[in-house]
């Protein structure tokens, strides 16, 4: 499935290096909020405690070709902490999970004809997030009637302004896939926890965006 997304975005860039377009590499940096979702099958009323928002972040950097004027396509490399705050009568845990994110990026600039700088620097953007998990400091085989999934797919919806070599961006990520299953009950109930995260970031390009000559 990874391959068959990858070939025409390899295909798009390849078209977009041969026409002499511009390509930018910058790099990132944000804080989030790690939000857990919980989907059961059949529901009921019944939620499991002790996944409650944590404090996350990301950096990395993104690399991008400018196709046309209107869009540029690229892929960014990004570290991730996300996880979740588990609340006791005795204490609050704090639980981390640590992902390397490997993302296809479509960036879109539909402002671009304006006169003023400032608005023809607003993009919207979408990504195809891929997260590998790394490390985590729970010990979820710990929980005979759960399965904890090391991998996570997701997508990213991005506002980004940037007028020059900064600028800022504003994200919200929604897994398409759980990273945690729990099984219960009689007749069986299987509790999914699906991660939502909201943030902001700093970007930098490293070198400003140049054609052929």
């Known amino acids: 499935m990874i391959k068959n997304f990858f070939l025409p975005v390899l ?14 590499l910058s790099f990132k940096a944000g804080i ?6 919980t989907v059961q099958e059949p529901a009921t009323n019944l939620i499991i405690a002790g996944f409650d928002d944590r404090i996350g972040g990301l950096i990395g950097g993104q690399y991008t070709y400018k196709v046309s004027r209107y869009f540029s396509i690229g892929i960014e490399l990004l570290y991730l902490l996300k996880g979740n705050t588990s609340i006791t009568p005795a204490e609050k845990t ?8 490997l993302s296809p990026v479509i960036s879109f600039f539909p402002f671009v004809n304006s006169g003023n700088k400032y608005i023809s620097c ?9 997260n590998y998990l790394v490390a985590t400091n729970k010990d979820w085989r710990a929980f ?12 990213s919806l991005n506002l980004t302004y940037q007028p020059g070599k900064y600028g800022v961006q504003l994200f919200y990520f929604r897994s398409i896939s759980p990273f945690y299953k729990t099984q ?8 999914y926890k699906y991660s939502f995260v909201t943030g902001i970031s700093i970007i930098y390009k490293i070198f400003s965006p140049h054609s052929k000559p």
């Not at 989030?32 to 979702?37: A, D, G, L, Q």
């Not at 005979?144 to 991998?151: A, V």
């Open 144 to 155: 005979g009637n759960s399965k904890f999934y090391p991998n996570e797919l997701g997508y």
């Open 11 to 24: 295909m798009v860039l390849a078209v977009g290096v041969a026409n002499g377009q511009t390509s930018t």
């Open 32 to 37: 989030s909020n790690c939000k857990t979702k």
């Open 94 to 101: 704090i639980y981390s999970n640590h992902y390397l994110s």
């Open 122 to 130: 607003i993009s919207p953007e979408v990504s195809f997030n891929f």
């Open 184 to 191: 219960w009950g009689k007749p069986t109930v299987n509790d």
